[in-house]
Nanobody
Framework: EVQLVESGGGLVQAGGSLRLSCAAS????????IGWFRQAPGKEREGVLC????????YHVDSVKGRFTISSDNAKNTVYLQMNSLEPEDTAIYYC?????????????????WGQGTQVTVSS
């Protein structure tokens, strides 16, 4: 059974940092793309940062460029989202998701497996 468990969310002031973790189990990590998605109130869920665990290629949405980074520890089956210079606009529920790598790597909101989400709130 595929499981994704996020941790690390919370409340932080603007300009601060948080690191989210996603512990994955039930699948071969190297054969999957892992991504972080977020959904703010009243908005659609969007892909923030995704990584191809096989070759390390990443995708990021423009709004987080230079502020967020994604990394993976394949030995621990864990993916991290380091978020720096947080802005109130980053407030959302952040989800970890995984999908088998079949065809071109992408970060679209169509991944097969999802975690329960973790709340990130950035105060101004």
């Amino acid at each position: 059974e595929v499981q994704l468990v996020e941790s690390g969310g919370g409340l932080v002031q603007a300009g601060g940092s948080l690191r989210l973790s996603c512990a994955a189990s039930g699948f071969t990590f190297d054969d999957y793309a892992i991504g972080w998605f977020r959904q703010a109130p009243g908005k659609e869920r969007e892909g923030v940062l995704c990584i191809n665990s096989r070759d390390g290629i990443t995708y990021h949405v423009d709004s987080v460029k230079g502020r967020f980074t994604i990394s993976s520890d394949n030995a621990k089956n864990t993916v991290y989202l380091q978020m720096n210079s947080l802005e109130p606009e980053d407030t959302a529920i952040y989800y970890c998701a995984a999908t088998p790598i079949i065809g071109p790597f992408n970060c679209r909101n169509e991944y097969d497996y999802w975690g329960q989400g973790t709340q990130v709130t950035v105060s101004s």
